[in-house]
């Protein structure tokens, strides 16, 4: 199954019918994340689950999904903020969920030329300087 279609499949099924999946070894998800504290979050379906059934309020935009932070190395599910910055970002700005958000930020299929993307940093970089100098000034 290629990327794109599973990312509109898990966009557009129940929140509960992708932990099913997931349990059932159809679906890859995180590894239950233990705090710095020795405490564990409930399992990332069980963590879904509980996400459906109290559908809090605060939507994504793009997929509709509540979102909820679990952290991980990724986004596994719509809705899910698996960063502290993903989750800030979600609460304080954007309302999008970094499931959606690194979908559509996603790596171009086709490789840009390398000299254009090299100088572009550059060109970042530079402004960046010239910021942070003019902050300076003051
Ligand atoms: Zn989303």
Known sequence: MKANDD?????DQDLMLTADEMEAGQRE???THVTNEGVSYPS???ALRR???ADPPNKCVSCRKPGYYYPADKPYAPG??????GRLEFTRISSCCEFCFDYMFREPEEEEPMDDSHARLEDAYNYE???RAQDGSD
């Open 80 to 85: 899910h903020c698996y960063s502290e910055q």
């Open 29 to 31: 998800f995180p590894a």
């Open 7 to 11: 990312f509109y499949t898990l966009r």
């Open 129 to 131: 300087q010239e910021a």
């Open 51 to 53: 996400v459906a059934q």
């Open 44 to 46: 990332f379906p069980d």
